[in-house]
């Protein structure tokens, strides 16, 4: 399967971060160096068309002093028109100290005397070379024409900045077309890298995806030694050993389910054991009974005094007997698994049915029953029915005078717990634990009963998965708690 990690195209993935990071830092580098360049090219080539016009104008001067001595026209114009050849020289010019222009490389304007502010202001400084103006596209130096520092003129050259101009234009494209190639390159390289740092990465998500749909049998093939390597390996290695663990778990499981069916099964046996003995037993157990019975109506004062005596046992036993017998049989009936489905009781309903049920023992007892609401729990009703009725029922019998009954629901996690509260006989901590066991009990027989009960109440909260405990003290009343499992809300 074809893990799909491509979702959204703004989603970050690690092959678009690089993507992005070595091409950006590629650009800012390249438009640091472009601008770098082209700054540093175009500095030069201004300071260089400076320094040249300065030197001409320096020069010009030199060369033209003779001829300004011998007001020669012809030869100041022969001067100046020698630098006309000069592509890089827009014009030249020489003027007498007050700017009237004795030569220019455009004959037009000699005879006409400098007008604009710059030269005229130049023409009241002191006498040295300097640069007059610097504009885009024009520079212009002046040098004094002197004899012995006596001042007899100006000589001025012009520099055309325009070629310079092109040439900067012409480096700056080609650092852009560079940058542009080197952007792509990097580009290129992080598609490359990222190809080859999220290939294993790839490989590992389709594992982890290929785990989480519970197939441990295909390992990450490794592709790459770096840490994400070594993280596969790892990973591997988890998996190899989830697998082992959870083929244990399955036997381990198996072999709980073959346990757990033989206990039910020998439960069952035990059960179905139980409830044919107790039932097959009543039937012989009848006889005996009858016949006692009628030994003692036809005999009774017919033989000695003894012989009565031993008949009453015989009687007072098969009546013992019948009952454990009868209370036998009604255990193997709680214990028997229903088939019913569990489902949400009102233990309120399942209480005030086990009240019906105890009717004639509270109205003769005057039994006082309080209670609050009662909650819902997973159950079958007849099993609430019959704890609260065994629990009831012994809080009556085990009373003193007047039996007060309370009983409440308090929340415990997953669980409701019961408690029956009663002002009876109590119990010794001793036997606390000891009640709960089928027969076993703590008051001998001026109390009728069987043992019985007690042990019905843990049967069927153990198979609820709650409990059943008791907390008491002799003479001072009986608290049982049991827990039941609490219905969804
Ligand atoms: P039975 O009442 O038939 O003897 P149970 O299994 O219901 O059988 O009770 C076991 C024993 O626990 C009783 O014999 C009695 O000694 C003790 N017992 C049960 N409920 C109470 C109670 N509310 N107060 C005092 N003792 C109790």
């Given at each position: 399967m074809k893990l799909k990690l491509s979702?959204?195209?703004?989603?970050?993935?690690?092959?678009?971060?690089?993507?992005?990071?070595?091409?950006?830092?590629?650009?800012?580098?390249?438009?640091?160096?472009?601008?770098?360049?082209?700054?540093?090219?175009?500095?030069?080539?201004?300071?260089?068309?400076?320094?040249?016009?300065?030197?001409?104008?320096?020069?010009?001067?030199?060369?033209?002093?003779?001829?300004?001595?011998?007001?020669?026209?012809?030869?100041?114009?022969?001067?100046?028109?020698?630098?006309?050849?000069?592509?890089?020289?827009?014009?030249?010019?020489?003027?007498?100290?007050?700017?009237?222009?004795?030569?220019?490389?455009?004959?037009?304007?000699?005879?006409?005397?400098?007008?604009?502010?710059?030269?005229?202001?130049?023409?009241s400084q002191p006498a040295r070379s300097s640069i007059v103006y610097q504009g885009r596209d024009m520079v212009e130096s002046v040098a004094p024409v002197s004899i012995e520092n006596t001042v007899l003129g100006w000589a001025w050259v012009a520099a055309d900045l325009r070629e310079n101009n092109q040439q900067?234009?012409?480096?700056?494209?080609?650092?852009?077309?560079?940058?542009?190639?080197?952007?792509?390159?990097?580009?290129?390289?992080?598609?490359?890298?990222?190809?080859?740092?999220?290939?294993?990465?790839?490989?590992?998500?389709?594992?982890?995806?290929?785990?989480?749909?519970?197939?441990?049998?295909?390992?990450?093939?490794?592709?790459?030694?770096?840490?994400?390597g070594v993280l596969t390996r790892a990973f591997n290695r988890a998996m190899r050993k989830l697998r082992s663990d959870r083929a244990a778990i399955e036997k381990a499981h198996a072999e709980l389910q073959a346990a757990n069916q033989a206990i039910q099964h020998a439960n069952d046996n035990l059960r179905e054991f139980a409830h044919v003995a107790s039932h097959d037993l009543q039937e012989p157990l009848r006889s005996v009974a009858g016949f006692s019975e009628l030994l003692r109506r036809r005999y009774k004062g017919k033989l000695d005094d003894q012989a009565d005596e031993f008949i009453e046992f015989i009687n007072a036993g098969t009546i013992r007997m019948q009952n454990l017998i009868r209370a036998l049989l009604e255990y193997s009936r709680a214990t028997a698994s229903?088939?019913?489905?569990?489902?949400?009781?009102?233990?309120?309903?399942?209480?005030?049915?086990?009240?019906?049920?105890?009717?004639?023992?509270?109205?003769?007892?005057?039994?006082?029953?309080?209670?609050?609401?009662?909650?819902?729990?997973?159950?079958?009703?007849?099993?609430?029915?019959?704890?609260?009725?065994?629990?009831?029922?012994?809080?009556?019998?085990?009373?003193?005078?007047?039996?007060?009954?309370?009983?409440?629901?308090?929340?415990?996690?997953?669980?409701?717990?019961?408690?029956?509260?009663?002002?009876?006989?109590?119990?010794?901590?001793?036997?606390?634990?000891?009640?709960?066991?089928i027969f076993k009990r703590a008051h001998g027989d001026q109390y009728p009963g069987s043992g019985i009960g007690l042990a019905i109440c843990s049967r069927i909260v153990e198979r609820y998965g709650g409990r059943i405990w008791v907390e008491a003290a002799p003479g001072q009343g009986s608290t049982f708690y049991f827990s039941l499992p609490a219905a969804p809300e």
């Amino acid at each position: 399967m074809k893990l799909k990690l491509s979702g959204s195209l703004l989603r970050p993935t690690i092959r678009k971060e690089l993507i992005f990071g070595v091409t950006s830092v590629h650009a800012v580098l390249m438009l640091i160096f472009i601008v770098g360049l082209v700054t540093r090219q175009h500095s030069f080539l201004l300071e260089r068309a400076r320094e040249r016009t300065l030197h001409q104008a320096e020069l010009l001067a030199a060369s033209a002093a003779p001829q300004i001595i011998s007001k020669d026209l012809a030869g100041l114009s022969e001067v100046v028109d020698s630098l006309s050849r000069d592509p890089t020289v827009r014009f030249a010019m020489l003027t007498d100290v007050r700017g009237l222009i004795l030569g220019h490389t455009d004959p037009k304007h000699s005879g006409e005397y400098l007008r604009d502010e710059i030269s005229r202001r130049q023409l009241s400084q002191p006498a040295r070379s300097s640069i007059v103006y610097q504009g885009r596209d024009m520079v212009e130096s002046v040098a004094p024409v002197s004899i012995e520092n006596t001042v007899l003129g100006w000589a001025w050259v012009a520099a055309d900045l325009r070629e310079n101009n092109q040439q900067v234009a012409a480096v700056t494209r080609a650092g852009i077309l560079n940058a542009c190639l080197a952007v792509a390159a990097g580009m290129l390289f992080a598609l490359l890298l990222a190809a080859s740092l999220t290939r294993q990465l790839r490989l590992l998500l389709e594992g982890a995806d290929r785990m989480a749909h519970d197939n441990f049998d295909q390992p990450v093939p490794l592709v790459s030694s770096n840490e994400v390597g070594v993280l596969t390996r790892a990973f591997n290695r988890a998996m190899r050993k989830l697998r082992s663990d959870r083929a244990a778990i399955e036997k381990a499981h198996a072999e709980l389910q073959a346990a757990n069916q033989a206990i039910q099964h020998a439960n069952d046996n035990l059960r179905e054991f139980a409830h044919v003995a107790s039932h097959d037993l009543q039937e012989p157990l009848r006889s005996v009974a009858g016949f006692s019975e009628l030994l003692r109506r036809r005999y009774k004062g017919k033989l000695d005094d003894q012989a009565d005596e031993f008949i009453e046992f015989i009687n007072a036993g098969t009546i013992r007997m019948q009952n454990l017998i009868r209370a036998l049989l009604e255990y193997s009936r709680a214990t028997a698994s229903g088939a019913d489905p569990i489902q949400p009781v009102d233990s309120g309903a399942a209480l005030r049915i086990a009240l019906d049920n105890l009717n004639t023992a509270i109205h003769s007892t005057g039994a006082s029953i309080q209670t609050l609401d009662l909650p819902t729990v997973k159950a079958h009703e007849i099993a609430v029915v019959q704890l609260f009725q065994n629990l009831i029922s012994n809080a009556i019998k085990y009373s003193k005078d007047h039996p007060l009954i309370q009983i409440s629901a308090e929340r415990d996690q997953a669980y409701w717990k019961f408690s029956v509260a009663d002002n009876g006989i109590g119990i010794d901590p001793h036997d606390q634990e000891l009640i709960f066991h089928i027969f076993k009990r703590a008051h001998g027989d001026q109390y009728p009963g069987s043992g019985i009960g007690l042990a019905i109440c843990s049967r069927i909260v153990e198979r609820y998965g709650g409990r059943i405990w008791v907390e008491a003290a002799p003479g001072q009343g009986s608290t049982f708690y049991f827990s039941l499992p609490a219905a969804p809300e």
